[in-house]
């Protein structure tokens, strides 16, 4: 010690060796992370063949660990030289396969059991044995008195802690194969774990990451070493997480626990896989940490250009599942429209007009076909609603969901939805032959459509009957159906086919239709309720069957603070539907609340151009109304 201008200097120095031996046997806090690291100490020393094996002898668990290595050379120096690994001085002669650096890996055994006993052969050829024990500073070494002695190591931990004993084969392999998941492979090392408790055997394979592998990563670049990145696209978000690993071993599981990576896109459960980075330096006692110097923090500035490649691609990949999310929202609420329009009076509810391109048909002599398309669209005519435009895909590729709902419906029943079908189509559609699973089945369900309606005194009305195969095939033959009048007044013509006519009394009343329908041993009924009264509800010209085209897309538009949920655009048609409302916000938790919540918006905007000149009385009628009979069909 050395005194200069009255300050005192000098080296550190260790007070209580043997204090210091016991808290670095104790700073393993992972008993896995500790048969690791005997599993390891066997594949540094050259072995093909690993073998773990738990049991319980004399009421008493082990778990010994055999390997077919070099073993060990010198027993005295390893129980003499903690801290002081000779794989240190192999690293700097060059030899990079090896992990282990600062001998203190045997003394993790005191997480595991009480008794560690090694068994090896020295250069010699003689089998000789070291035990060390749990909180004794004593080391025992003796020969072992066999003839030939065998190749390796066998290490032996007994009796186990009361808290390990629980560790299951299974816990085990899985841990080794992510642990030494590239040590594994490299090494070609095979690891089998024994269980005798269980009478098991398992082989301890690489992990292999089941997602989509991402290619094109920019190559992240450090001045202290190579960094290998190997990441994927996660299968299951839950339990996705990147790995950083050193020379192949685990030494994070979740990099993000770290808090420079506590960010997206590291912590967003939607990536997997590994970071390699042999350069850093860990911290000694667990081997489970990183120390966060300089060269730390060029390893984080390197994997920046990753990390700004991730972020857009899971941007990226954001936007594609919430457009699938949207045409699939869509088409259900599609759907539940359709099936309503079946209940409600036809000439009621008209389809909003979409934006649709026009039909391709053949030019007539001296007549282009683009002329052609342009008078038929002027007409309110040859326009099919499942052919959206570019432009309202680009707006929001929803707009395209509606097209699966309707394409399975046949003629008859489009028909009665009001929809135009191009005569060529129809012409083609009988000429193409059906497919086996086309011809509908036997009958399921019965309907009447309407199934809801209001009159006048004294005027008609007509119904249809829709009969549907378990699958929901239209059945257009074979049924025989029968109407009558079951309660109200009123008149029914046409009571013996699949269309009868209803022609209200004078007076206002509320009638019920009752439909039957036979086919072979089967009969359904089914009924439709006609409320007649002296007022109606009038709707807006121009609202005819020849605007009927189906629904049209939406899309969102962010309006905080605003007090409106949804708008519809005419010009576009398309819907607005404002995101940052707080009922958007609220139902958007739910999955099926969403559904319902769009699907109102919908209704919403449907009876406002259906009924643009009606009060707020009757508007809020319709609303109750349509709302009802489609939110019985969403699903």
């Given at each position: 010690?050395?005194?200069?201008?009255?300050?005192?200097?000098?080296?550190?120095?260790?007070?209580?060796?043997?204090?210091?031996?016991?808290?670095?046997?104790?700073?393993?806090?992972?008993?896995?992370?500790?048969?690791?690291?005997?599993?390891?100490?066997?594949?540094?020393?050259?072995?093909?063949?690993?073998?773990?094996?738990?049991?319980?002898?004399?009421?008493?668990?082990?778990?010994?660990?055999?390997?077919?290595?070099?073993?060990?050379?010198?027993?005295?120096?390893?129980?003499?030289?903690?801290?002081?690994?000779?794989?240190?001085?192999?690293?700097?002669?060059?030899?990079?396969?090896?992990?282990?650096?600062?001998?203190?890996?045997?003394?993790?055994?005191?997480?595991?059991?009480?008794?560690?006993?090694?068994?090896?052969?020295?250069?010699?050829?003689?089998?000789?044995?070291?035990?060390?024990?749990?909180?004794?500073?004593?080391?025992?070494?003796?020969?072992?008195?066999?003839?030939?002695?065998?190749?390796?190591?066998?290490?032996?931990?007994?009796?186990?802690?009361?808290?390990?004993?629980?560790?299951?084969?299974?816990?085990?392999?899985?841990?080794?194969?992510?642990?030494?998941?590239?040590?594994?492979?490299?090494?070609?090392?095979?690891?089998?774990?024994?269980?005798?408790?269980?009478r098991r055997e398992l082989v301890v394979e690489p992990r292999k990451f089941r997602g989509r592998l991402i290619h094109q990563l920019p190559e992240a670049r450090c001045p202290f070493g190579e960094i290998y990145v190997e990441l994927y696209l996660a299968e299951s978000p839950q339990e996705a997480a990147v790995g950083l690993y050193k020379h192949g071993t685990r030494v994070i599981?979740?990099?993000?626990?770290?808090?420079?990576?506590?960010?997206?896109?590291?912590?967003?459960?939607?990536?997997?896989?590994?970071?390699?980075?042999?350069?850093?330096?860990?911290?000694?006692?667990?081997?489970?940490?990183?120390?966060?110097?300089?060269?730390?923090?060029?390893?984080?500035?390197?994997?920046?250009?990753?990390?700004?490649?991730?972020?857009?691609?899971?941007?990226?990949?954001?936007?594609?599942?919430?457009?699938?999310?949207?045409?699939?929202?869509?088409?259900?609420?599609?759907?539940?429209?359709?099936?309503?329009?079946?209940?409600?009076?036809?000439?009621?509810?008209?389809?909003?007009?979409?934006?649709?391109?026009?039909?391709?048909?053949?030019?007539?002599?001296?007549?282009?076909?683009?002329?052609?398309?342009?008078?038929?669209?002027?007409?309110?005519?040859?326009?099919?609603?499942?052919?959206?435009?570019?432009?309202?895909?680009?707006?929001?590729?929803?707009?395209?969901?509606?097209?699966?709902?309707?394409?399975?419906?046949?003629?008859?029943?489009?028909?009665?939805?009001?929809?135009?079908?191009?005569?060529?189509?129809?012409?083609?559609?009988?000429?193409?032959?059906?497919?086996?699973?086309?011809?509908?089945?036997?009958?399921?369900?019965?309907?009447?459509?309407?199934?809801?309606?209001?009159?006048?005194?004294?005027?008609?009305?007509?119904?249809?009957?829709?009969?549907?195969?378990?699958?929901?095939?239209?059945?257009?033959?074979?049924?025989?159906?029968?109407?009558?009048?079951?309660?109200?007044?009123?008149?029914?013509?046409?009571?013996?086919?699949?269309?009868?006519?209803?022609?209200?009394?004078?007076?206002?009343?509320?009638?019920?239709?009752?439909?039957?329908?036979?086919?072979?041993?089967?009969?359904?009924?089914?009924?439709?309720?006609?409320?007649?009264?002296?007022?109606?509800?009038?709707?807006?010209?121009?609202?005819?069957?020849?605007?009927?085209?189906g629904l049209p897309g939406y899309t969102y538009k962010k309006a905080p603070g605003e007090l409106w949920r949804s708008r519809y655009d005419a010009e576009n048609a398309i819907i607005l539907i404002n995101?940052?409302?707080?009922?958007?916000?609220?139902?958007?938790?739910?999955?099926?609340?969403?559904?319902?919540?769009?699907?109102?918006?919908?209704?919403?905007?449907?009876?406002?151009?259906?009924?643009?000149?009606?009060?707020?009385?009757?508007?809020?009628?319709?609303?109750?109304?349509?709302?009802?009979?489609?939110?019985?069909?969403?699903?």
């Open positions: 010690m050395s005194r200069t201008d009255g300050a005192e200097a000098g080296k550190l120095k260790i007070g209580d060796h043997w204090n210091v031996i016991s808290i670095i046997a104790l700073s393993q806090n992972n008993p896995l992370k500790a048969v690791a690291e005997f599993v390891e100490n066997s594949i540094d020393a050259s072995a093909r063949n690993v073998a773990i094996i738990r049991g319980k002898q004399k009421n008493e668990y082990y778990l010994r660990i055999t390997d077919d290595g070099c073993g060990i050379q010198d027993f005295r120096y390893v129980a003499t030289h903690i801290g002081d690994s000779i794989k240190r001085k192999l690293k700097v002669q060059g030899s990079g396969d090896i992990q282990g650096e600062f001998g203190i890996g045997l003394l993790s055994f005191w997480t595991i059991g009480e008794t560690l006993t090694l068994t090896s052969a020295g250069k010699d050829g003689v089998a000789r044995t070291m035990q060390l024990v749990k909180g004794n500073p004593s080391y025992a070494i003796r020969e072992t008195g066999m003839l030939f002695a065998r190749p390796g190591t066998e290490l032996l931990i007994h009796p186990l802690l009361p808290g390990i004993r629980s560790i299951s084969a299974e816990k085990i392999q899985n841990f080794l194969a992510s642990e030494l998941r590239d040590r594994i492979a490299r090494s070609g090392v095979h690891i089998a774990i024994i269980d005798h408790t269980t599981a979740d990099i993000s626990r770290l808090e420079r990576f506590a960010r997206s896109p590291w912590d967003s459960r939607c990536i997997e896989g590994i970071i390699d980075a042999s350069f850093l330096q860990l911290t000694p006692g667990t081997r489970d940490g990183i120390v966060q110097d300089e060269v730390y923090d060029s390893f984080c500035v390197a994997l920046e250009p990753v990390e700004e490649a991730l972020g857009a691609l899971l941007e990226e990949q954001k936007r594609a599942l919430e457009e699938e999310a949207s045409r699939q929202l869509l088409n259900r609420v599609t759907r539940a429209f359709r099936e309503a329009f079946l209940y409600l009076p036809e000439e009621d509810y008209s389809w909003l007009a979409a934006r649709v391109r026009e039909p391709r048909r053949a030019p007539s002599a001296g007549t282009s076909s683009q002329s052609g398309a342009g008078e038929a669209s002027a007409n309110g005519e040859g326009s099919d609603y499942r052919e959206s435009s570019s432009r309202t895909e680009e707006q929001n590729p929803a707009t395209h969901a509606s097209e699966s709902s309707s394409d399975s419906l046949g003629d008859s029943e489009n028909a009665a939805l009001g929809e135009y079908i191009p005569e060529p189509n129809r012409q083609q559609s009988k000429t193409v032959q059906k497919s086996f699973f086309e011809f509908a089945g036997p009958l399921h369900k019965l309907m009447i459509s309407p199934s809801s309606s209001v009159i006048g005194t004294s005027e008609r009305r007509k119904f249809k009957a829709i009969a549907r195969d378990r699958a929901g095939r239209l059945i257009d033959s074979g049924i025989d159906f029968a109407w009558h009048l079951s309660e109200g007044g009123g008149a029914l013509d046409g009571i013996n086919s699949p269309y009868a006519e209803y022609i209200a009394p004078e007076e206002p009343c509320v009638a019920t239709i009752e439909l039957r329908a036979s086919q072979g041993d089967i009969t359904l009924t089914a009924t439709a309720i006609i409320t007649v009264t002296a007022e109606l509800i009038k709707r807006a010209s121009g609202t005819g069957s020849a605007q009927r085209r995101n940052a409302h707080a009922d958007f916000i609220h139902a958007s938790r739910q999955p099926m609340t969403k559904l319902r919540y769009i699907a109102r918006l919908f209704a919403k905007e449907l009876v406002l151009a259906n009924f643009p000149e009606a009060s707020r009385e009757e508007i809020l009628e319709r609303l109750v109304e349509l709302t009802l009979y489609t939110e019985e069909n969403l699903k």
